[in-house]
């Protein structure tokens, strides 16, 4: 098994292109290399307001190559945890994909469960969930869409470290985490990885690190990732303050 201190995964050549204000910006680096290793044929993001997390993972797709379409779904209303917010979100983020990724990127205007509706049984790759972050409405979340997943899929669960107002994510993740092959990222506002059961896991190096290493691997993987999520973040500040 390869080392932590000498992985060198295609995040490391990576640059955003275009860097907005997200919580979100700790785990681009991860995201970009999920994509690489896992190669989905399809993702869909439930909740993507102002689109760093889904212009990742569709960056990803077109620089590692990977014959995938991406799906963003999201009313682009907002609310009671992001707020109302304007019609120039939407824009910007339908701006962006049509310029750098069109005809891979398709952005759904609607609630989740409408969404679901569109989408067949065992058919996504990858699924990340990022939606209202109540208890509640994650639990519903994960339990409608999991079914749309392909076993040996991915969903990636935002904000498992977010603990403030009525956020239950991190609950949610506490309850569900024993039941499935998982990992998790607990710097930033956290990230939840969980493998659906039912196929052999994802091959690759990523993988085997996550699931195989001992605790001090899965320690150096953490640090690595911690340490280039802070890079990116520099880089938006720096973007910033240019502008």
């Not at 049509?98 to 969404?115: I, K, P, Q, V, W």
């Amino acid at each position: 098994m390869q080392h932590p201190c000498i992985f060198m995964p295609p995040s490391v050549q990576f640059t955003a292109k275009k860097m907005v204000m997200s919580t979100w910006v700790d785990h681009m680096p991860f995201a970009y290399d999920l994509v690489a290793t896992l190669q989905p044929s399809k993702i869909v993001e439930l909740g993507t307001h102002n689109g760093l997390s889904f212009f990742t993972f569709c960056q990803a797709l077109q620089e590692n190559n990977v014959d995938g379409l991406a799906y963003a779904v999201d009313t682009w209303q907002g609310d009671e945890h992001t707020g109302a917010y304007g019609e120039e979100v939407f824009e910007m983020v339908r701006d962006h994909c049509r310029e750098h990724y069109r005809g891979n990127s398709y952005l759904l205007r609607m609630t989740f469960d409408e969404a679901a509706d569109h989408f067949a049984d065992q058919s996504i790759d990858l699924l990340h969930i990022d939606g209202l972050h109540t208890y509640d409405a994650v639990s519903h979340d994960f339990q409608t869409w999991l079914p749309k997943v392909r076993p040996g899929g991915v969903v990636l669960f935002h904000d498992i470290e977010a603990r403030m107002e009525d956020f239950g994510v991190w609950r949610f993740w506490q309850d569900i985490k024993p039941q499935y092959q998982s990992y998790e990222f607990r710097f930033g506002f956290g990230l939840g990885v969980v493998i659906v059961p039912g196929a052999s896991r994802p091959a690759g190096t990523l993988f085997d690190l996550m699931f195989d290493g001992d605790e001090m691997g899965r320690h150096e993987l953490q640090k690595f990732y911690v340490t280039v999520g802070h890079y990116h973040e520099l880089q938006r500040k720096l973007s910033r303050a240019r502008r």
